[in-house]
């Protein structure tokens, strides 16, 4: 490593580590701003991409933000079976299949091409995104396409009518009790 003491403040003040400026790429946020505050933002930036590699497609942030929604979106009684399985191979080496049903076409293909293409080129991907994608390569998880409307997961995960609730609701095997009815099973169980 080469000594940089001889240098003054404001030449190491250009010395940029690229994890940062590629975490802060990732995690930056866009505000609406007066003229004065976006100049004023603009003459401070630190943030300088040096080359095209920094630069992704729309496309492919999607599929990425796709992907990582479905690694997110697996139940957590799936994610304790996919732990306890993972303890039972080390111990038997027993091949079994955990299934994640996903509504999104786009996230299996980019899944599956994955497998296949350039493993190397997705390093601004997180590491714990991967997961999924090694036990998919294990053949611990299959992933199946599941139409949006019986997607039970969007009960748990995204705003929803009246109806929409109670329609998933009843896929699930469950009930939903209006307090009328609650009230008439607490009178019941009173008499």
């Given at each position: 490593?080469?000594?940089?003491?001889?240098?003054?403040?404001?030449?190491?003040?250009?010395?940029?580590?690229?994890?940062?400026?590629?975490?802060?790429?990732?995690?930056?946020?866009?505000?609406?701003?007066?003229?004065?505050?976006?100049?004023?933002?603009?003459?401070?930036?630190?943030?300088?991409?040096?080359?095209?590699?920094n630069?992704?497609?729309?496309?492919?942030?999607?599929?990425?933000s796709?992907?990582?929604?479905?690694?997110?979106?697996?139940?957590?009684?799936?994610?304790?079976?996919?732990?306890?399985?993972?303890?039972?191979?080390?111990?038997?080496?027993?091949?079994?299949?955990?299934?994640?049903?996903?509504?999104?076409?786009?996230?299996?293909?980019?899944?599956?091409?994955?497998?296949?293409?350039?493993?190397?080129?997705?390093?601004?991907?997180?590491?714990?995104?991967h997961?999924?994608?090694?036990?998919?390569?294990?053949?611990?998880?299959?992933?199946?396409?599941?139409?949006?409307?019986?997607?039970?997961?969007?009960?748990?995960?995204?705003?929803?009518s009246?109806?929409?609730?109670?329609?998933?609701?009843?896929?699930?095997?469950?009930?939903?009790?209006?307090?009328?009815?609650?009230k008439?099973?607490?009178?019941e169980?009173?008499?």
């Amino acid at each position: 490593m080469a000594n940089l003491s001889h240098y003054e403040s404001n030449n190491l003040a250009e010395v940029h580590n690229q994890d940062n400026v590629t975490n802060n790429l990732i995690h930056h946020d866009v505000h609406a701003t007066s003229t004065s505050e976006r100049s004023n933002i603009l003459n401070h930036s630190d943030a300088k991409i040096t080359s095209d590699s920094n630069i992704i497609s729309y496309s492919q942030y999607m599929n990425e933000s796709q992907y990582t929604s479905v690694q997110n979106s697996s139940s957590p009684a799936q994610q304790d079976n996919l732990i306890l399985y993972v303890i039972e191979q080390l111990k038997t080496q027993v091949v079994n299949c955990t299934k994640i049903n996903q509504d999104n076409k786009n996230v299996n293909e980019f899944l599956t091409a994955e497998l296949e293409r350039y493993k190397d080129q997705s390093k601004h991907i997180n590491i714990r995104y991967h997961f999924i994608k090694e036990q998919v390569e294990n053949g611990v998880i299959e992933l199946y396409f599941v139409n949006t409307e019986y997607q039970l997961a969007d009960l748990f995960t995204k705003s929803l009518s009246k109806g929409r609730i109670e329609f998933l609701i009843n896929k699930m095997g469950m009930r939903s009790f209006t307090t009328k009815t609650l009230k008439q099973l607490m009178n019941e169980v009173d008499e």
